[in-house]
């Protein structure tokens, strides 16, 4: 009997315990070919969780790393804005309809239903139609710039309004700022007693 009761008491124990795990990272940029990569030091980290509002924040140290201890177990989305570098508005749309099913829960909303997928996807293409083009020995160069720094244009402008229009739908404490930020987005599942370990390169900067 005693020895039963001992069983029953360390299976209580850890029945009882807090199931957690850990999540670590290092995040850097690429500052120039010579110099090579940096540490992104005081990039922005959040983790949200997917099965309620738990919410945790971090801030990269100096060598570009965050650490998140003892996070209970679960689906999060994880949420990284460099401190460092900046992306084309494209870029970052891009990044976002890579990413569509984390920010739609980040951000409360379906972005699928805004409707600009399908024209954001057709000006692109048509902008990497346009370098294509300067192969082409029998077409004049300067109307095939003329043409692309057009398009360009007109992609940037649709992705800034496309950019407002998703985050200005979206409860002002989920709103990255600022909006040319790169950031960076991922599903993670945190395992009792294991560590996540997170590498983000978020290469050049655009600006």
């Known amino acids: ?11 209580l124990f850890f029945a009882c315990k807090p199931q957690t795990g850990n999540v670590r990272g290092n ?13 992104d030091a005081g990039a922005s980290v959040t983790l949200y969780s997917m099965s309620d509002s738990v919410k945790l924040d971090a801030k990269c140290d100096v060598q570009g790393n965050f650490i998140f201890d003892k996070v209970p177990v679960g689906k999060y989305i994880l949420v990284v804005r460099s401190q460092n570098t900046t992306g084309s508005a494209d870029d ?9 099913n984390e920010v739609n829960y980040i951000t409360r909303q379906d972005i699928g239903k805004l409707g600009f997928t399908e024209n954001f996807e057709k000006l692109k293409t048509a902008v990497i139609n346009s370098y294509a083009q300067e192969q082409d020995p029998t077409i004049n160069y300067l109307e ?14 649709f992705s800034s309004n496309a950019l407002h229009t998703i985050y200005s739908k979206a409860p002002i404490n989920t709103t990255p700022l600022p909006l040319l930020s790169k950031y960076y ?6 395992e009792p007693e294991k560590t996540n370990n997170v590498v983000v390169d978020f290469g050049t900067t655009y600006l």
Not at 1 to 11: A, D, E, N, R
Not at 27 to 39: A, S
Not at 92 to 100: G, K, R, T
Not at 185 to 190: H, K, M, R, T
């Open 27 to 39: 995040i850097f940029w690429k500052y120039n070919n010579y110099v090579g990569n940096k540490p």
């Open 144 to 157: 095939i710039y003329r043409k692309r720094k057009k398009l360009e244009d007109t992609l940037q402008s």
């Open 92 to 100: 970052q749309l891009s990044q976002i309809l890579d990413h569509i």
């Open 185 to 190: 987005y991922s599903l993670l599942i945190v």
């Open 1 to 11: 009997m005693k020895y039963v009761s001992l069983f029953v008491i360390v299976v």
